[in-house]
């Protein structure tokens, strides 16, 4: 039988993503019961992430923990493009990093690439992506990364501390590279093709400033797997370690089967943004949020729903963190006996208190944004 198409770059998802094929397309290794066990000895838990395999794949990640139990700590790498306000799948992989800072007390670096939306996107402005990293930051801030080992690197502002690295890298990369990576023509232009070299630059600036190679764990959506891919070849050659990563799925749209690939800033029905209020999430949730049950009452109850198509369920595994719980509606569903309208509420409220918190935080992140600025 042959498989659906489905494209995965960083500039691109869509179609229905088998992650097994991404894992060996892409040559990442799939996180297996060992690695979790290996993972658990120093967290003590599993982020529900690890539990639930949103968090699937992995470089290196055995690399990092033999340096870390011989007591060479690494720092964590992570960033956001800015070009619009964030949605909710934008959070995964920032949730997921905060508790990797706290569980092994790492500092991060958090890039905000203010050039890359500008030179990939028609329609914005370095003055839109300036604003946008400022409201972007917001979000980061508001997870709860310490200030005293939580930085941005913004990329416009920071240039000069970070030119000389990309220009190191980018001498190392060729076109044709680039070309195969990202699904480049001729067409593109001239500043796209140089991005990678800033996003590359991170995963060893710590080195460079500190004067010793230090060990970088990247977290992050898989979409972002083809950059580090070229990265790691080059890194070593001028003096750094290979950064290791770990790869996260997307967060489907509301519209899930019917539109599938990830959750998009640019359809706006099928987003759910970090700033949404509660009458907005539950009309969004109620009127987009694809379902996996029957027709008519009676069909449901007697047939049961399908969870796994369930966008409702599929967004609980997400931000349910309570294995039991999570399992009840599973069967509940799947049994019949909870319907589409109870499955959408039970999301409805747990997204609402979720949010109404992550708002108030929002606020405050405002007094304390100076403090995760390099000076
Ligand atoms: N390119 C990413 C985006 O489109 C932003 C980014 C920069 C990033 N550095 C990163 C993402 C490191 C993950 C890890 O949003």
């Given at each position: 039988?042959?498989?659906?198409?489905?494209?995965?770059?960083?500039?691109?998802?869509?179609?229905?993503?088998?992650?097994?094929?991404?894992?060996?397309?892409?040559?990442?290794?799939?996180?297996?019961?060992?690695?979790?066990?290996?993972?658990?000895?120093?967290?003590?838990?599993?982020?529900?992430?690890?539990?639930?395999?949103?968090?699937?794949?992995?470089?290196?990640?055995?690399?990092?923990?033999?340096?870390?139990?011989?007591?060479?700590?690494?720092?964590?790498?992570?960033?956001?493009?800015?070009?619009?306000?964030?949605?909710?799948?934008?959070?995964?992989?920032?949730?997921?990093?905060?508790?990797?800072?706290?569980?092994?007390?790492?500092?991060?670096?958090?890039?905000?690439?203010?050039?890359?939306?500008?030179?990939?996107?028609?329609?914005?402005?370095?003055?839109?992506?300036?604003?946008?990293?400022?409201?972007?930051?917001?979000?980061?801030?508001?997870?709860?990364?310490?200030?005293?080992?939580?930085?941005?690197?913004?990329?416009?502002?920071?240039?000069?501390?970070?030119?000389?690295?990309?220009?190191?890298?980018?001498?190392?990369?060729?076109?044709?590279?680039?070309k195969a990576a990202f699904g480049f023509t001729n067409e593109q232009?001239?500043?796209?093709?140089?991005?990678?070299?800033?996003?590359?630059?991170?995963?060893?600036?710590?080195?460079?400033?500190?004067?010793?190679?230090?060990?970088c764990l990247i977290p992050h959506a898989i979409d972002q797997d083809p950059?580090?891919?070229?990265?790691?070849?080059?890194?070593?050659?001028?003096?750094?370690?290979?950064?290791?990563?770990?790869?996260?799925?997307?967060?489907?749209?509301?519209?899930?089967?019917?539109?599938?690939?990830?959750?998009?800033?640019?359809?706006?029905?099928?987003?759910?943004?970090?700033?949404?209020?509660?009458?907005?999430?539950?009309?969004?949730?109620?009127?987009?949020?694809?379902?996996?049950?029957?027709?008519?009452?009676?069909?449901?109850?007697?047939?049961?729903?399908?969870?796994?198509?369930?966008?409702?369920?599929?967004?609980?595994?997400?931000?349910?963190?309570?294995?039991?719980?999570?399992?009840?509606?599973?069967?509940?569903?799947?049994?019949?006996?909870?319907?589409?309208?109870?499955?959408?509420?039970?999301?409805?409220?747990?997204?609402?208190?979720?949010?109404?918190?992550?708002?108030?935080?929002?606020?405050?992140?405002?007094?304390?944004?100076?403090?995760?600025?390099?000076?």
């Amino acid at each position: 039988m042959e498989g659906k198409k489905f494209v995965v770059t960083p500039w691109e998802v869509k179609g229905k993503i088998d992650y097994d094929k991404l894992i060996k397309k892409f040559g990442v290794e799939a996180i297996d019961d060992k690695l979790l066990k290996r993972i658990q000895n120093h967290t003590g838990e599993l982020h529900h992430f690890l539990r639930r395999k949103i968090f699937f794949a992995h470089r290196d990640l055995n690399w990092i923990l033999d340096e870390y139990e011989k007591g060479n700590k690494f720092f964590l790498y992570t960033g956001r493009a800015p070009s619009g306000k964030n949605h909710i799948g934008h959070l995964v992989p920032w949730m997921f990093t905060k508790w990797l800072q706290d569980k092994f007390d790492v500092e991060l670096w958090f890039q905000f690439p203010d050039e890359e939306k500008f030179l990939f996107k028609e329609n914005l402005s370095l003055e839109d992506t300036e604003r946008y990293t400022y409201d972007n930051a917001l979000d980061v801030i508001a997870l709860g990364f310490k200030p005293e080992k939580t930085k941005f690197l913004i990329d416009t502002k920071n240039a000069g501390l970070m030119y000389k690295e990309a220009l190191k890298v980018a001498k190392r990369i060729t076109f044709s590279t680039v070309k195969a990576a990202f699904g480049f023509t001729n067409e593109q232009n001239i500043g796209a093709i140089f991005y990678t070299a800033m996003q590359a630059v991170p995963s060893f600036l710590p080195s460079v400033i500190k004067n010793k190679k230090i060990p970088c764990l990247i977290p992050h959506a898989i979409d972002q797997d083809p950059h580090f891919r070229i990265s790691r070849d080059v890194i070593p050659k001028i003096g750094f370690y290979k950064p290791a990563s770990i790869q996260c799925r997307f967060l489907p749209g509301l519209g899930g089967m019917l539109e599938e690939g990830k959750m998009s800033a640019s359809e706006k029905q099928t987003a759910i943004y970090v700033t949404d209020d509660e009458t907005t999430v539950t009309k969004k949730i109620n009127k987009y949020a694809f379902s996996g049950g029957q027709a008519t009452v009676e069909e449901h109850r007697k047939i049961g729903g399908n969870p796994d198509v369930d966008i409702s369920y599929q967004w609980l595994t997400f931000f349910e963190e309570d294995d039991r719980k999570l399992e009840n509606i599973y069967n509940d569903y799947k049994s019949g006996k909870l319907l589409t309208g109870e499955l959408k509420t039970i999301l409805i409220e747990k997204l609402n208190k979720f949010l109404k918190e992550h708002q108030k935080k929002r606020e405050k992140a405002k007094k304390v944004y100076d403090k995760f600025l390099i000076k």
